[in-house]
């Protein structure tokens, strides 16, 4: 295709989508220190229910964390087990249904009694717990923080649990001293947060990759938030930085702004990295409309991967290269690829023909000027009152005025 002759654009091996073709330029890549592999952690049973007006029940939970299984996600976070009864016994109920995905539980190191949060977590039957310390919050000072990442991690692993470990609003003297108390209490993973959304991504990336330099193998997890609108931006930085973990929220959703999108993040990987997540990618679709459904929170029409917008073409040129079978002059990814699929609107910006000639011609007919000049017109009084017509009107409209 010309597109490759320009050498702009790089066509995935499997003819699924495009990516930039400097995203593989040997100076870029040799500024990322990507991992060997990245787990995808969606958040969206605990993050998601804390977007404001959604709640998930128990039935609802096992549903979507059904759909993520089948999807090929390996771990979900499910909410507070040792703070809210709830989520204790939705653990229990996707043990019982059978889901073999990793479930974590947000564990507060902060609270009064560490020990009881730990065997609270354990008791519902989590895999994982991931320990947040907020400075500030019960502990004020220095010695009483520090104790405290020791006494949580160390009683955790004597439990037999897998522990991960993160804090937020830490500056770098002192994130050094937690990840090295965290390492000597047998930390698992480390967790690098941006909990308030403020990070640049240069900045993002540098943090991760100092985390790196100090925890060596030990996993690092990036939990970031949108505030600013940078939550993918931020977590795909923190891949370049080593992350080897990404903690993730369908649709976007969380409180606030919300969250890093799972399907953004997803086909960030997969297109801009060539990282291959083991993901069945058509059901991304499938899974958004069924969190979108139960969380009461409607998409917006233009949002990336899973908006309806995605897919929806009426400029006349675009709708023409669809039609002839150009569908890489104005899409970044097949549809089919991510459960979507296409849609052609004839409406105020296909008034110049090209698109109505490229339809006409696909059905086979041979229009006149004249005729395709007729069609438009039709097309035109029509959408005064309806906005635009669908391919099919446009189909009855053709051949009213045009016979095979």
């Known amino acids: 295709m010309w597109a490759n002759a320009w050498a702009f654009m790089r066509m995935d091996k499997k003819q ?23 787990i995808i952690k969606d958040d969206t049973l605990r993050e998601g229910e804390e977007t404001p007006g959604t709640y998930f029940t128990i039935d609802q939970k096992v549903e979507i964390a059904k759909a993520l299984e089948e999807m090929g996600i390996q771990e979900i976070e499910v909410g507070y087990a040792a703070g809210i009864k709830e989520h204790a016994e939705t653990f229990k109920a996707l043990k019982k249904e059978g889901i073999k995905m990793k479930l974590s539980s947000h564990a507060r190191l902060y609270t009064e009694d560490v ?9 519902a039957e989590a895999d994982h717990i991931n320990f947040l310390l907020v400075p500030g919050i019960a502990l004020k000072t220095r010695n009483q923080v520090y104790d405290r990442i020791t006494e949580g991690i160390e009683y955790a692993k004597t439990q037999g649990a897998y522990v991960a470990f993160g804090s937020g609003r830490v500056i770098p003297r002192y994130w050094k001293k937690f990840c090295y108390l965290a390492l000597d209490a047998g930390v698992d993973r480390i967790v690098v947060y941006d909990g308030n959304g ?60 919300g969250n890093a999108a799972t399907e953004e993040v997803i086909m960030g990987l997969e297109i801009l990295y060539g990282i291959d997540l083991n993901l069945k990618l058509d059901k991304l679709m499938e899974v958004s409309q069924l969190i979108e459904k139960y969380s009461k929170t ?64 696909k059905m086979g007919l041979t229009p006149t000027d004249a005729q395709v000049e007729l069609i438009r017109e039709k097309v035109e009084k029509l959408i005064k009152t309806k906005e635009f017509i669908t391919e099919e009107e446009l189909e009855e409209l053709a051949l009213e005025v045009v016979k095979y």
Request: with cysteine; glycine share 6%; proline share 4%.
């Open 16 to 38: 699924r989508w495009w990516s930039f073709e400097w995203n593989f330029d040997e100076k870029i890549r040799n500024q990322m220190n990507l991992p060997k592999k990245v």
């Open 115 to 123: 020990k009881r949060e730990v065997d609270d977590i354990l008791a």
């Open 298 to 361: 409607p998409l917006q029409p233009h949002k990336a991967i899973v908006g309806r917008n995605c897919y929806i073409h009426e400029s006349d040129l675009h709708v023409e290269q669809i039609l002839i079978g150009n569908w890489v002059t104005w899409e970044l990814i097949q549809p089919h690829v991510i459960g979507q699929t296409r849609k052609l609107i004839f409406g105020a910006t296909t008034l110049q023909s090209r698109a109505i000639k490229a339809k006409l011609n």
């Open 198 to 257: 403020c990070a640049l991504p240069a900045a993002f990336k540098e943090n991760v990759a100092f985390t790196k330099n100090i925890v060596k193998d030990v996993p690092i997890e990036v939990h970031c938030h949108n505030d600013l609108g940078l939550a993918v931006a931020n977590t795909l930085a923190g891949v370049e930085g080593g992350a080897e973990i990404v903690d993730v929220v369908f649709n976007g959703l969380g409180d606030r702004a």
